[in-house]
T-cell receptor, first 113, second 114 residues
Framework: GAVVSQHPSRVICKSGTSVKIECRSLDFQATTMFWYRQFPKQSLMLMATSNEGSKATYEQGVEKDKFLINHASLTLSTLTVTSAHPEDSSFYIC?????????FGSGTRLTVV | AQSVTQLGSHVSVSEGALVLLRCNYSSSVPPYLFWYVQYPNQGLQLLLKYTTGATLVKGINGFEAEFKKSETSFHLTKPSAHMSDAAEYFCAPHYNFGNEKLTFGTGTRLTIIP
């Protein structure tokens, strides 16, 4: 079946630095990918829709300059958390539309210290 | 807004007992409906889905759900709970109006009592 690979699974960074999270579709082409954020014991919040070859579509309230999304190929989307602060610490999950459903990456636990 | 409601943020059942997790959608047009499971620090895994056709849908790990248009519900059930079922469960509607976004209910944390 369709597999979405997300890396890294865990990352710790210092406040003020930037962190890049990668999401790859391994055996299919994903023209559209989705990025979610999940706070502890809460549901997934859609941050943005990543479109191959064009600008991402951000949900209301999500800072475009803080969360940079690049979807340069049909198999790779990246989320860069710029100038990270402790409040950006969270669990980030990517997803891609596959025939009949959505396939999710395994998530990235970001801790900003 | 078109959404789903998951009644009960926490559900506890004894091992071997019936599992019932509730999901109601709010739309005059029935959406496609998904149930996903999330284990700690992991992504989401598709349990089952309803698109069209048969209203009783069987999924993985012994779970099933029945789409009831008259009740606008898509409750998830399993006849006999297993310890490995302890996880977070999310109901998600997809409205096929040209918008590919998938948004989620608030989730239900299932705890299994030995």
């Amino acid at each position: 079946g369709a597999v979405v690979s997300q890396h890294p699974s865990r990352v710790i960074c210092k406040s003020g630095t930037s962190v890049k999270i990668e999401c790859r579709s391994l055996d299919f082409q994903a023209t559209t990918m989705f990025w979610y954020r999940q706070f502890p014991k809460q549901s997934l919040m859609l941050m943005a829709t990543s479109n191959e070859g064009s600008k991402a579509t951000y949900e209301q309230g999500v800072e475009k300059d803080k969360f940079l999304i690049n979807h340069a190929s049909l198999t790779l989307s990246t989320l860069t958390v710029t100038s990270a602060h402790p409040e950006d610490s969270s669990f980030y999950i990517c997803s891609a539309r596959t025939p009949g459903a959505y396939t999710f990456g395994s998530g990235t636990r970001l801790t900003v210290v | 807004a078109q959404s789903v409601t998951q009644l009960g943020s926490h559900v506890s059942v004894s091992e071997g007992a019936l599992v019932l997790l509730r999901c109601n959608y709010s739309s005059s047009v029935p959406p496609y409906l998904f149930w996903y499971v999330q284990y700690p620090n992991q992504g989401l895994q598709l349990l089952l889905k309803y698109t069209t056709g048969a209203t009783l849908v069987k999924g993985i790990n012994g779970f099933e759900a029945e789409f009831k248009k008259s009740e606008t519900s898509f409750h998830l059930t399993k006849p006999s709970a297993h310890m490995s079922d302890a996880a977070e469960y999310f109901c998600a509607p997809h409205y096929n109006f040209g918008n590919e976004k998938l948004t989620f209910g608030t989730g239900t944390r299932l705890t299994i009592i030995p």
